[in-house]
């Protein structure tokens, strides 16, 4: 069984910082890529960031470049996502994913960011 579990979702200013993780449980994978998507009620879930499994190549939104960036960190199966710059219309439920060779995407269970004006 493989569950994501994101936390560090939150309240935040205009103009503040956020930090998010996910981790992967389960059985040990290695060559997968993971990422973050975004979703506003009523709206499809949109693409965020994504990380290969090398840390050589990452991809952005281009309403997200220059604020947010992505890490992760092989060894404890996790990824990161700093916030900076927060922007109103950055409030969304986020879901962390990952690219396993074995199955469909896998998604957490979201965590919710609200950045007020």
């Known amino acids: 069984q493989v569950q994501l579990v994101e936390s560090g979702g939150g309240t935040v200013q205009a103009g503040g910082s956020l930090r998010l993780s996910c981790a992967a449980s389960?059985?040990?994978?290695?060559?997968?890529?993971m990422g973050w998507f975004r979703q506003v009620p009523g709206k499809e879930r949109e693409f965020v960031t994504g990380?290969?499994?090398?840390?050589?190549?990452?991809s952005y939104a281009d309403s997200v470049k220059g604020r947010f960036t992505i890490s992760r960190d092989n060894a404890k199966n996790t990824v990161n996502l700093q916030m900076n710059s927060l922007k109103p219309e950055d409030t969304a439920v986020y879901y962390c994913?990952?690219?396993?060779?074995?199955?469909?995407?896998?998604w957490g269970q979201g965590t919710l960011v609200t950045v007020s004006s």
């Open positions: 994913y990952a690219d396993l060779s074995d199955r469909p995407r896998v």
């Open positions: 389960g059985r040990t994978w290695v060559n997968y890529a």
């Open positions: 990380i290969n499994w090398s840390i050589k190549s990452t």
